[in-house]
């Protein structure tokens, strides 16, 4: 993994990627209008850079973009990795390595996510402040290299405070409703039972998905600040459940794109 990791480094520096100092994770339905805020980018497929993996998920583009926003560089994925998707949680998890090597100080993330809490709607935002991970594996499973950090990383508090302190000063800023919750991950692709939305909320999560934990597991082993926020895309009320599908969710995820963006935007500009 260590080869495959600085072969990808190495290509990505070759190619102008120097100096990015913030990393950033666009999930399902989000990106493009972060992505248009990007001054100067240089635009490099997946598919190009030495054992990254393809993002195979139709509404993730699959490619990274370097550039500057806000008089910060930006290093920004558009499209993401899943284990639903038949990689290894290593391979989910490898842009994080990669990124950090290349000199990211700071790690958002973005998600698609169930609301699982009555007292919220979907198309709101929740702030991650901490996690459960119903994952069947962990990405941090076989040997340590102490390069990356310790065997057995500290996780409690795994959204940096300092991040989220100031997500949270910029919302009542800019007047943006930012719920903040636990977000529990799930191996997907399927979508939950109403048995299983209760046992999630029975163990304490307001919001579901199918990525995130992973990427923030590895940027805690690494010594990487990272905060998230999920797009509430539908609601998860066992009591009241309607079929849902991934165009609905696409959509309600891109309705809500411009107030993430504006809070991502913002808090790169305080960095």
């Known amino acids: 993994m260590l080869k495959e990791i600085n072969e990808a480094v190495a290509y990505l520096q070759k190619r102008g990627i120097t100096s990015p100092e913030v990393g950033v994770i666009l999930g399902t ?31 993730h583009k699959g490619r990274l973009i370097y550039g500057t926003l806000k008089g910060k560089k930006v290093l920004a994925m558009q499209g993401r990795f899943h284990y639903y998707e038949g990689y290894s949680l290593q391979q989910v998890t490898m842009p994080v390595r990669v990124m950090k ?12 996510a169930g609301n699982l809490n009555t007292k919220w709607k979907k198309g709101q935002l929740m702030m991650l402040n901490d ?3 119903l994952l069947p594996d962990n990405p941090l499973r076989g040997e340590n290299y102490d390069l990356f950090g310790p065997r057995f990383p500290d996780m409690s508090a795994p959204y940096s405070p300092l991040l ?15 719920n903040e919750g636990v977000y529990v ?8 039972t109403r048995a299983e939305y209760r046992f999630l909320r029975l163990i304490g ?9 992973p990427e923030v597991i590895v940027a805690n082993h690494m010594g990487l600040p990272c905060c998230a926020i999920s797009v509430l895309t539908d609601d998860c009320d066992p009591d009241n459940l309607k079929p849902v599908n991934i165009e609905e969710i696409v959509k309600v995820a891109a309705k809500a794109e411009p107030q993430l963006t504006k809070l991502y935007i913002n808090l790169i500009k305080e960095l």
């Open 131 to 133: 996690h459960i991970n």
């Open 29 to 59: 339905g989000l990106g493009n209008r972060f992505v248009e805020e990007i001054q100067s980018p240089v635009i490099i497929n997946y598919n190009s850079i030495p054992y990254f993996p393809i993002s195979t998920v139709e509404y």
């Open 185 to 192: 991950a799930m191996q997907g692709p399927n979508l939950e």
């Open 101 to 112: 090597l290349l000199g990211i100080e700071y790690l958002l993330i973005s998600n698609a």
């Open 205 to 213: 999560a307001d919001a579901v998905g199918m990525s995130t934990v």
């Open 164 to 178: 989220n302190k100031k997500l949270k000063q910029l919302a009542r800023k800019l007047k943006i409703k930012l």
